[in-house]
């Protein structure tokens, strides 16, 4: 079945938009992407195809995961999370052997888009009524993309009104020095604020003046133009 996927997204792939996808997820050398390699799949698309192949083992999704082609990977995480979202109803170890996998394999979700599309979904799903000292592991990791796992899973959490490791772990990278860290805690703020503006105007009040502009911006993106001069006149 996996050489299957394999020849269907062959055939799907498209050399101009492969050429704007190397652009777009910064593949230059030095750049965040570098090396990353692709075959110009639209995520919808790309959806359609994986889910046909939900029924792909763990042994053969790591073999997706291992690839260094970036739709092969993506393609993995999307199989994963629906594999994980069918067992909600049945046993908690075939959920818990997935989020085992998942974090085995961080190394590998190694683009914003395949952190972005996969951890809340299965690993902040999974730790809701669970500790979370992995969450406080990763963000102290010296790997963007674990940091960023760490601060997108929460988005499970604040669907759920539960906000105290969102904002604890917002601290923890508070000084981090990539971009994407910083657009990843603002968004996790302003999603906290859509749900309770006070917790995050009580946060920005007291830590706004310490953050980077573009965290800063991202977490006050909702808030009126009076709002918004206010925190960053004083920045």
């Known amino acids: 079945m996996l050489l299957y996927l394999f020849n269907e997204l062959k055939k799907s792939a498209d050399s101009e938009k492969e050429k704007v996808y190397r652009r777009f997820f910064k593949t230059g050398k030095g750049e965040y992407g570098e090396g990353d390699r692709f075959l110009g799949i639209t995520v919808?698309?790309?959806r359609e195809i994986s889910r046909k192949y939900q029924n792909l083992d763990l042994a053969e999704i790591q073999k997706l995961l291992d690839s260094k082609i970036h739709e092969h990977r993506l393609s993995a995480l999307i199989?994963?999370?629906?594999?994980?979202?069918s067992y909600a109803k049945a046993s908690a170890d075939k959920q818990k052997s997935i989020v085992k996998f998942y974090l085995r394999n961080t190394k590998k979700i190694n683009n914003w888009d395949l952190v972005d599309l996969s951890c809340h979904h299965i690993l902040g799903h999974w730790l809701?009524?669970?500790?979370?000292?992995?969450?406080?592991?990763?963000?102290?990791?010296?790997?963007?993309?674990?940091?960023?796992?760490a601060i997108i899973s929460t988005f499970a959490f604040i669907r759920e009104n539960q906000f105290i490791d969102?904002?604890?772990?917002?601290?923890?990278?508070?000084?981090?020095?990539?971009d994407l860290i910083h657009k990843a805690v603002g968004w996790a703020l302003r999603e906290i604020g859509k749900k309770d503006k006070k917790t995050e105007t009580d946060f920005l009040n007291k830590y706004y003046k310490a953050m980077p502009r573009t965290m800063l911006r991202y977490a006050i993106e909702k808030f009126s133009d009076k709002e918004r001069k206010h925190y960053l006149a004083k920045t």
């Open 44 to 46: 919808p698309h790309l």
């Open 79 to 85: 199989i994963l999370r629906l594999k994980y979202s």
């Open 128 to 149: 809701l009524d669970k500790g979370r000292k992995i969450l406080y592991k990763l963000a102290k990791s010296n790997n963007i993309w674990e940091k960023r796992i």
């Open 166 to 178: 969102t904002l604890e772990i917002s601290k923890t990278l508070l000084n981090d020095k990539h």
